[in-house]
């Protein structure tokens, strides 16, 4: 069974730093490409940053470029999301998923980024003073 599990998020002040993870059980996670997503009330849904599942390239969403660090670690079937210098626009429901495409793309970055098939309920993070 496929599960995607986020956590690490919460209260933060600005400037401050969280890293969320996303646990996922039921595939091989090197071969996927995992995007993680946010969502805030009243907002569109963005992608946000996106790791390549061939050859663990990067990708990042204007809006956190410079701040924000996707990674993997294989052996622990976890993807992470470093986030630095955070603010209050940051705040949102983040979730991770994945469409479990074989070496599919990373999909444009952005406000509107189209979901994927297998996402997670996702994790809070509210950054304010």
């Known amino acids: 069974q496929v599960q995607l599990v986020e956590s690490g998020g919460g209260s933060v002040q600005p400037g401050g730093s969280l890293r969320l993870s996303c646990v996922t059980t039921?595939?091989?996670?090197?071969?996927?490409?995992i995007v993680w997503f946010r969502q805030a009330p009243g907002k569109e849904r963005e992608g946000v940053s996106c790791?390549?599942?061939?050859?663990?390239?990067?990708s990042y969403a204007d809006s956190v470029k410079g701040r924000f660090t996707i990674s993997r670690d294989n052996s622990k079937k976890t993807v992470y999301l470093e986030m630095n210098d955070l603010k209050p626009e940051d705040t949102a429901q983040y979730y991770c998923?994945?469409?479990?495409?074989?070496?599919?793309?990373?999909?444009?970055?952005?406000?509107?980024?189209?979901?994927?098939?297998?996402r997670g309920k996702g994790t809070l993070v509210t950054v304010s003073s």
């Open positions: 998923a994945s469409d479990l495409l074989y070496n599919r793309p990373c999909p444009s970055l952005g406000p509107g980024t189209g979901d994927l098939d297998f």
């Open positions: 039921g595939f091989i996670l090197e071969y996927y490409t």
């Open positions: 790791i390549h599942g061939d050859d663990d390239d990067t």
